[in-house]
């Protein structure tokens, strides 16, 4: 078992940035590939960004491209996501989860473990 919780949503005005943390706790963290997603009301859950096991490979949606940045410390079990140049349309409830394999990264269906989501907030 994995257990993930995430921290660091809030209400921000477009333009500007927010950190969220997924702190990950029980098994090796290191042998998980770790996503983020994220929730929007009435809309289905959509592929963030995702980070390899040790860091080296990482993968963004379109929508997020050159605005958010994965990463991962693997000593303090963490993984982050620094957003910038946030948009409203980047409101949305941001879980992170987590699953062994890196193939079909950006499928929800695929992933074991999820937190409990943290909300992000952007107004115009």
């Known amino acids: 078992q994995v257990q993930l919780v995430e921290s660091g949503g809030g209400l921000v005005q477009a333009g500007g940035s927010l950190r969220l943390s997924c702190a990950a706790s029980g098994r090796t963290f290191s042998n998980y590939v770790t996503a983020w997603f994220r929730q929007a009301p009435g809309k289905e859950r959509e592929f963030v960004a995702a980070?390899?096991?040790?860091?080296?490979?990482?993968y963004y949606g379109d929508s997020v491209k050159g605005r958010f940045t994965i990463s991962r410390d693997n000593a303090k079990n963490t993984v982050y996501l620094q957003m910038n140049s946030l948009k409203p349309e980047d409101t949305a409830v941001y879980y992170c989860a987590a699953k062994k394999e890196l193939s079909n990264y950006h499928s929800p269906a695929l992933y074991v473990y999820w937190g409990q989501g943290t909300q992000v907030t952007v107004s115009s």
């Open positions: 980070i390899s096991w040790g860091g080296g490979s990482t």
